[in-house]
């Protein structure tokens, strides 16, 4: 049986988040692209980050992720404020990341993508002492097991269809073992079979491994259908958030969204003739 929503871990009384932002704010010029942003997340959870473009759904993102030093508040992973640290060392930290373009060397096979993950994770990236295609295989094939991929692991990762090459930058991700992943548009350019079963795919590594995933997604459907809370930014503040049947309810996040529009079905539905954002 596949796991579900109603399978997600849930804190118990007073457990600590595994990730709490608090007060996070970053300006360009006179324009602040995120204003004060605070919330938490815990491990076993999915938690979709949503908003118009220009949000500051990005900036939020990058600033967790170091690639962006915020101008104000903290990242507490575990209790450890990792604010303003740079990428590598959030990444040793326990913090994994997808992009919203695959990131994936289409020359090298499956295996050997997942490979040189495990080979930076341990240092080796200079040593000469065994072939890198030797280093990790073993390791890299379970990792492969777990997105479904093994039987692919010899094929060069540019033969993949789309689909499997997320699935491939999954296991990378998974390579440093994080605590935390953080997925930008993890969707994005997917066929929607593609889509349901790359979430399906994430929910139960969220559930087997115990691990916190927060991530931002455009399509509503994909939100609404695997999110366990969302949070709503508009114009760099956080104006909602909640259970995706509370969320789909507010009557701010159908203003954020579509100024008078609503919010119907299993996602956010816009007047006739607008484009969803």
Excluded at 66 to 82: E, K, M, N, S
């Amino acid at each position: 049986m596949n796991p579900t929503r109603a399978d997600a871990a849930h804190p118990g009384p007073g457990q600590a988040p595994l990730l709490a932002v608090r007060g996070l704010a970053k300006a360009f010029g006179g324009v602040r692209a995120v204003d004060g942003v605070d919330f938490d997340l815990h491990a076993g959870e999915l938690l979709a980050l949503i908003g118009p473009n220009g949000a500051g759904k990005s900036t939020c993102f990058d600033m967790i992720n170091g690639q962006r030093r915020p101008d104000a508040g903290r990242v507490l992973l575990a209790g450890t404020d990792i604010a303003g640290w740079p990428p590598r060392r959030i990444w040793r930290a326990g913090v994994g990341r997808t992009f919203q373009v695959a990131a994936t060397y289409g020359s090298m096979t499956v295996a050997e993508n997942v490979q040189m993950a495990l080979i930076s994770r341990e240092r080796e990236l200079f040593s000469v002492r065994r072939r890198a295609s030797r280093l990790h295989r073993e390791e890299a094939i379970s990792l492969l097991d777990e997105v479904g991929l093994a039987g692919r692991a010899d094929d060069p990762c540019g033969t993949l269809a789309y689909g499997d090459v997320k699935a491939v930058e999954l296991a990378v991700a998974l390579a440093s073992r994080p605590a935390l992943l953080l997925m930008d548009e993890p969707t994005a350019g997917m066929a929607p079979r593609e889509r349901g079963a790359l979430m399906a795919l994430t929910r139960r590594l969220v559930v087997e491994r115990g691990i916190g995933v927060l991530f931002t997604e455009h399509s509503m459907d994909v939100v609404f259908a695997h999110a366990d809370r969302i949070l709503v930014l508009a114009r760099g503040r956080l104006v909602a958030q909640g259970a995706p049947q509370a969320i789909r309810k507010d009557p701010k996040v159908a203003e954020v969204y579509f100024g008078s529009g609503r919010l119907l079905g299993r996602g956010l539905a816009q007047p006739e003739g607008e484009g969803r954002q």
